[in-house]
């Protein structure tokens, strides 16, 4: 059994900060790549960041140069460092991993979501 339990979702003003992180504990063998999404209501689930296992990341425009994703392998724990938050960037926010299970094939996993409010 694999579990992504998320914290540091919030109510927080424009312009300020927030630091979500994504802790993932079970049966892993591997993983290989780890990531947030988010979802706003009405619209569909989006890509927001991603951190490949050698360390590279890919984030969605809308985030580049306010948003950083970081990882801890030695805690299999993701981060997303969110800056100069704006209203749009509310949502609810999901952590994912592609990780190998101890059978069968690579799959992905996801927590149950972390609600995020950016408003005055």
């Known amino acids: 059994q694999v579990q992504l339990v998320e914290s540091g979702g919030g109510l927080v003003q424009p312009g300020g900060s927030l630091r979500l992180s994504c802790a993932v504990s079970g049966s892993i063998v591997s993983i290989n790549v780890m990531g947030w999404y988010r979802q706003a209501p009405g619209k569909q689930r989006e890509l927001v960041a991603v951190?490949?296992?050698?360390?590279?990341?890919n984030y969605a425009d809308s985030v580049k140069d306010r948003f950083t994703i970081s990882r801890d392998a030695a805690k299999n724990t993701v981060y997303l460092q969110m800056g100069t938050l704006k209203p749009e960037d509310t949502a609810v926010y999901y952590c994912?991993?592609?990780?190998?299970?101890?059978?069968?094939?690579?799959?992905?996993?996801w927590g149950q979501g972390t609600q995020v409010t950016v408003s005055s």
């Open positions: 951190i490949i296992s050698g360390g590279s990341t």
């Open positions: 994912n991993v592609n990780a190998k299970p101890p059978f069968g094939v690579r799959k992905d996993y």
